[in-house]
């Protein structure tokens, strides 16, 4: 299982982009029409054995927060080291996309990029331990 | 930047599941506080050198929808196929975490699991192409 990046993270005094590489300008098409975009990055700083073989974290580094499994959090830490975010897209310049805010680091890999199509903005009764 | 499957979804007469697997056991300290948990899948039908190269879709395969880049959509057709979905969290037996509702296939390879935050649901100024 093999990912390939499609573009990276650049962080500027002007604002953010996803830079996607020119092989999959084909790809965006209609990317317009969207308000969001979802965000696969590869988080390279945490792609080393020792940190995909962490399993249990406190959240947000709080240590007054429980120890919890990576899977019950958005720990950047995890064996897949995948992050995921909803970012706004706020204009669109060929193959640079201005996002909204993100943690990203500059350089970070974009492995994937879906539409935001809001079908979670229904689930208005989720429900979520106390430490979020 | 590889990845390795973390558990894999079992559908059954009964409801739909996935197993995680028993070395990724402590990973999910906590999920049961959760309602809602987001899904990272390894598309693996659509994991062939032909169906990654493919760009541009008619979304949800209807032709009278207009021909769109893969990343303005869901399309489970992309230079990185993983799916993402969230599913509600019905029960945790050990491993076996059933789900509510999704479109994955039995034995499709599980590669991530987060929490859900809700992040997402503030987000009611959305905008939308009109095929969707």
Redesign the interface.
């Known amino acids: 299982?093999?990912?390939?990046?499609?573009g990276h993270i650049e962080r500027t005094e002007n604002g953010n982009y996803i830079v996607?590489d020119e092989r999959?300008a084909?790809?965006?098409?209609?990317?317009e029409?969207?308000?969001?975009?979802?965000v696969?990055y590869?988080l390279d700083k945490n792609?080393t054995p020792e940190k995909r073989a962490i399993?249990?974290v406190h959240p947000r580094r709080d240590m007054q927060n429980?120890?919890?499994?990576?899977?019950?959090?958005?720990s950047p830490v995890?064996?897949?080291p995948?992050g995921?975010a909803?970012c706004e897209l706020l204009s669109i310049d060929g193959l640079r996309l201005q996002i909204g805010a993100t943690d990203a680091f500059d350089g970070t890999?974009v492995?994937?990029?879906?539409?935001?199509?809001?079908?979670?903005?229904a689930?208005?009764?989720?429900?979520?331990?106390?430490w979020?």
């Open positions: 299982m093999e990912l390939t990046a499609i996607v999959y084909e790809g965006l098409l209609g990317i029409g969207f308000s969001h975009i979802v696969m590869w792609d399993l249990q429980p120890l919890t499994g990576v899977f019950a959090t958005r995890r064996p897949n995948i995921l909803t890999p492995v994937d990029i879906k539409c935001y199509t809001g079908e979670d903005a689930r208005g009764k989720a429900r979520y331990p106390g979020l």
